[in-house]
């Protein structure tokens, strides 16, 4: 299923349906951006807003984009700041921000939905301030090499959303042809599971100045 259509039709059940990965990447979200300080961000795939109101707790501005405009819609009505502005927009096409602008590009849950990481991760360079961050926290590539795809149950059917598998060492190897280093990189294990199987990696990296 297209990523467009997919995320139109799961937005109703999206916020309430059981949904670990969901959980977790706002967990992981909350947990590693606690630690950095950023006063404008601009926030890849932010679909309900699940993490834009988190990060309106530290930036002063918020952009935040999502290709879903039903996804979009419960965002807006969750979410009432003169600091954040939603837009509607496809990721690899051209970004609607001021090169050098932005101290944060976050992109969460959203990766696995574009072949070619190279188009984002170079416009995420352009959008960042000298030593700006860049957070990704997506669906381990293990959890992928083992069938998982985002997925949700509607009509007694179950959607599968168009995907595609992108290696650790791809993020790490296109990140440093964009022109980041490397802050942090780590695993999110879902509690209670043995043995542990990893379900998000997230990354921070920094834009070289």
């Known amino acids: 299923m297209s990523v467009e259509k997919g995320y139109n039709e799961w937005a ?17 979200t909350v947990a590693t951006l606690s630690r950095y300080a950023f006063s404008s961000a601009f926030e890849l795939g932010c679909g309900t807003g699940k993490n834009t109101a988190f990060l309106l707790t530290k930036a002063q501005s918020v952009i935040a984009i999502d290709f879903s405009a039903n996804m979009l819609a419960l965002a807006r009505k969750k979410i009432n700041s003169e600091k954040v502005e939603f837009q509607q927009a496809d990721i690899t096409k051209p970004w609607q921000v001021n090169e050098a602008s932005v101290d944060l590009v976050t992109a969460s849950l959203v990766l696995e939905h574009i072949r070619d990481l190279n188009t984002v991760l170079h416009q995420a360079a352009n959008a960042l301030k000298p030593k700006g961050l860049l957070f990704i926290c997506e669906l381990h590539p293990y959890k992928q090499y083992i069938g998982s795809k985002a997925r949700f ?14 290696h650790t060492s791809e993020y790490l190897e296109v990140a440093a042809d964009c022109g980041f280093q490397l802050l942090e990189l780590k695993e999110w294990f879902d509690e209670g599971i043995n043995p542990p199987i990893p379900r998000l990696i997230s990354f921070v990296f920094e834009r070289f100045s």
Not at 12 to 19: E, I
């Open 12 to 28: 109703a059940q999206y916020d309430t349906n059981t949904n670990a990965t969901r959980d977790l990447d706002q967990h992981a």
């Open 153 to 166: 149950e509607n009509a007694n059917a179950v959607k599968v959303l168009e995907a595609y598998t992108h």
